[in-house]
């Protein structure tokens, strides 16, 4: 990566560390300060697990999970390792929401509040169900050995892309949680009259937006994507006892070819290591 590139990289992953953490920072003075606090009794308390959960979880762990391979620094460990690393956070992610489903759900049991009814839980049920469908298949491609290496190519373009439509999905979704509760939940004053909640809570909604922006933007950025094992492994036997500093731009150069993307030679060479 070379240097220019290098301070965007660290730029664009600062800003999003940054956006997550302050949106959980809202989400729990949201729940703490304004609301009814967290507790697991049946009651408002118990519901309010659901935002905190879920912009936690599935929001803020998956779009760590997503970007974990671009992280420069971890590109001297096993593809192995990181392909663990990677699916543990988007296990725990899945833990996060199934966690907050059951908050929910139990909430509205208890308060004999109908279930399954708006938009919002069809899609956000919809999103949890293909989310675990992504995690298995993920697995049983990406991680159990005896896979055919042609399919763990031949599927990698759709779970990149099922992995950003569902990230995008999940964010939507809950923008939509956080207006339905907005409107259900302030009554003196009310939601149109903009009291601090409201726009406290609207302000929420927006650093997720640009959580999930910033997120799509490195994870869409050919230049940034770890370059192959196979190109590592021949980097470190070629370079002998050289110093890192001429390694640096033929890496950055190596990687740019890595991308699945680039022309079918490369593509060839690298399809094995590549998924
Ligand atoms: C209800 C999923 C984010 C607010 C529900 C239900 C599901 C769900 C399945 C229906 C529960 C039932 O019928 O008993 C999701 C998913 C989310 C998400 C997958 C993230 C992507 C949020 C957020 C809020 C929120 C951030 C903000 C407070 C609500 C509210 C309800 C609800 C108020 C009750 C009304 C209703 O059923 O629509 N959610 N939710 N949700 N959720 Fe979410
Ligand atoms: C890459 C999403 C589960 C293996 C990716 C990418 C996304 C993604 C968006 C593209 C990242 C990039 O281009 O840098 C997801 C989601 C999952 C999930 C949302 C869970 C619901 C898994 C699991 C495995 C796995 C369980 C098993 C090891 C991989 C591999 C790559 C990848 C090998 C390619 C990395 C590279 O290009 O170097 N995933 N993934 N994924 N994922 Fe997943």
């Known amino acids: ?52 959960l879920i912009v936690t979880g599935f929001i803020f762990l998956q779009g760590i999970a997503i970007i974990v391979y671009r992280l420069p620094w971890t590109w001297q460990c096993s593809k192995l390792i990181m392909k663990f690393i990677h699916a543990g956070l988007n296990l725990a992610a899945f833990i996060f929401a199934i966690i907050s489903m059951v908050a929910v759900f139990d909430f509205h049991n208890a308060a004999k509040i109908p279930n399954m009814y708006s938009l919002h839980s069809w899609l956000g049920l919809a999103a949890v169900i ?49 207006t339905e ?35 799509l933007w490195i994870a869409t950025r050919t230049s940034w994507k770890r370059p192959s094992d196979q190109i590592l492994h021949s980097l470190h036997t070629n370079r002998g006892s050289e110093d890192n500093s001429k390694a640096g731009p033929a890496l950055s150069e190596l990687a740019e070819g890595a991308n699945p993307e680039a022309d079918g030679d490369v ?3 690298n399809s094995k290591s590549e998924s």
């Open 130 to 178: 293909l989310y675990g469908l992504q995690l298995v298949l993920g697995v049983a491609l990406y991680l159990i050995p005896v896979t055919p290496v042609s399919w763990r190519a031949a599927f990698m373009p759709i779970h990149v892309y099922s992995g950003l439509f569902l990230f995008t999905s999940v964010i939507a979704v809950a923008l939509m949680g956080i």
């Open 1 to 52: 990566m070379a240097m220019e590139n290098m301070k965007q990289f660290l730029f664009a992953l600062s800003a999003a560390g940054a956006f997550g953490f302050v949106a959980i920072i809202f989400v729990l003075r949201w729940v703490l300060h304004f609301k009814e606090g967290l507790a697991w009794d049946g009651g408002l308390a118990e519901f309010n697990w659901h935002p905190v």
């Open 181 to 215: 509760k907005l409107i259900f939940g302030l009554s003196n004053p009310k939601y149109k009259d903009s009291p601090p909640e409201a726009i406290f809570v609207n302000v929420l909604g927006i650093l997720l937006v640009v959580f999930g922006a910033l997120v």
């Open 267 to 269: 593509r060839k060479r």
